[in-house]
């Protein structure tokens, strides 16, 4: 089978389809190691959007994937009868996840066999499925192994699951994600890429284990000047800056092309702009709270950590969406300035480069971050594919991004935008 692939393959880079895609995370990791996202999924409009501005190249279906079908994906994209390598995707975990109320009856998990139920169709060669680490614990790990079951009766082999941290694979964030390879019974055998670097201990006092230590907090936000020192970014997310010198993490950020393991589509971006970057406005008794918070603890009333320059982030949260209250995720403290990071520092923690924007309210930015995968595993999990596959990464051709009008839609907007007739997320009450 690989030689097959490598053969079809040797003047362009092999194709994947990213189901649940959100506003692009795992997109990107799968494409800083070499893969065409030729067609993606994303139920929710607004972040489709966002997707549809970071991912020009790539045909968007903002669709309920429980209503399309792998030929439709085929006829409607440029791949056609072309091989798949692989088809990914997190199915939505809130149903799951262990820092909320876990329910085994939540309708949201019967997505996971819909995940299975599109790669059987689509037949690609390898699949990856995204998820929370609370899939593993207790009656939850019925809904795995029906996963599981689902994919081996397509003619898969699929490897055991297992958790991953983000931290180990070189993002300054303690995340832990499970994730499940699949194989087509033709295809050579993938395996999970090994750790990169040690964690950081969120206090910075002490580390585990022999490998170098990875990036901190300090290396990740302190070449960002300060969003509260910019009156432009009260009404805007975007003002143009001098960033300070770069540590090597935040240069492969604000420098895609000095990342020479990083194979994606050099976006256009001017090197001045500070984007994803509109201001909180906090009370004076909470800014003296904040003031008085020691890096690497929490503050006691409003319960955020305040982060430690030498240690790492704790996990970035989403909040719940529209449909579940529309409540705001804690945010962490900056370790430098008396309040909540920005978007764009959530999305340097996270692995993003400085070109990729997100919606431009501080809600749905916090949450397309929250909601996603750290680049940077994403892109470990995805060459370890491309290393089974025995394909050699090629780097792809700059391109520009989309509209910008994209990133600023409302729920009605981007619901006029895809054409969608009836309202498929409740409008947002808080």
Not at 128 to 156: I, S
Not at 183 to 197: G, H, L, S
Not at 199 to 224: H, K, N, Q, T
Not at 341 to 346: G, K, Y
């Amino acid at each position: 089978m690989a030689d097959t692939v490598q053969q079809r393959n040797a003047n362009q880079r092999p194709f994947a389809v990213d189901l649940f895609a959100g506003s692009g995370g795992l997109s990107l990791g799968f494409e800083e190691a070499g893969f065409d996202v030729a067609a993606s999924v994303e139920f929710d409009p607004v972040h489709a959007a966002v997707h549809s501005y970071n991912f020009p190249q790539t045909t968007m279906f903002c669709r309920d994937v429980r209503t399309m079908t792998g030929d439709e994906i085929r006829e409607n994209s440029r791949i056609g009868s072309s091989e798949i390598l692989v088809v990914f995707g997190g199915p939505p975990c809130q149903g799951i996840s262990l820092m909320g109320k876990r329910n085994v009856e939540d309708p949201r998990n019967e997505l996971l066999l819909e995940f299975a139920r599109v790669v059987a169709e689509l037949r690609p060669c390898y699949c990856v499925m995204e998820n929370v680490a609370g899939l593993v614990v207790g009656k939850h790990r019925a809904l795995l192994d029906g996963v599981v079951a689902r994919l081996e009766k397509a003619g898969y082999s699929v490897l055991s699951p297992r958790v991953l941290q983000a931290s180990e694979y070189g993002v300054p964030q303690s995340r832990r994600r499970l994730f499940l390879i699949g194989m087509r019974k033709d295809a050579t055998p993938a395996a999970y890429p090994p750790p990169i670097v040690t964690a950081r201990r969120i206090d910075g006092s002490s580390v585990v284990g022999e490998l170098p230590l990875g990036p901190s907090v300090s290396e990740a936000l302190f070449d960002i000047p300060n969003a509260d020192n910019y009156e432009e970014l009260l009404d805007s997310d975007e003002v143009t800056v001098r960033y300070g010198e770069p540590s090597a993490y935040a240069k492969r950020l604000r420098d895609v092309l000095s990342d020479a393991d990083n194979y994606a589509s050099p976006r256009v971006c001017a090197d001045t702009l500070l984007s994803s970057s509109r201001r909180t406005n906090h009370s004076q008794t909470s800014i003296e709270r904040f003031k008085a918070t020691l890096p690497g603890t929490t503050e006691s009333v409003s319960r955020f950590l305040r982060l430690h320059p030498d240690g790492i982030s704790n996990t970035l949260r989403a909040g719940t969406a529209s449909d579940r209250g529309a409540y705001t995720a804690p945010r962490p403290i900056h370790p430098l300035y008396p309040r909540v990071i920005t978007v764009r520092e959530a999305a340097r923690l996270h692995g993003y480069p400085d070109w990729f924007r997100f919606h431009v309210t501080k809600w749905n930015g916090f949450r397309e971050v929250g909601n996603s995968v750290p680049v940077f595993l994403g892109r470990a999990v995805a060459s370890s594919v491309m290393k089974a596959a025995n394909l050699t990464p090629v780097r792809a051709e700059t391109v520009r991004t989309g509209d910008k009008s994209l990133l600023s839609f409302s729920q009605s907007e981007a619901e006029k935008y895809f054409e969608i007739e009836e309202k498929v997320i409740p409008a947002r009450s808080r």
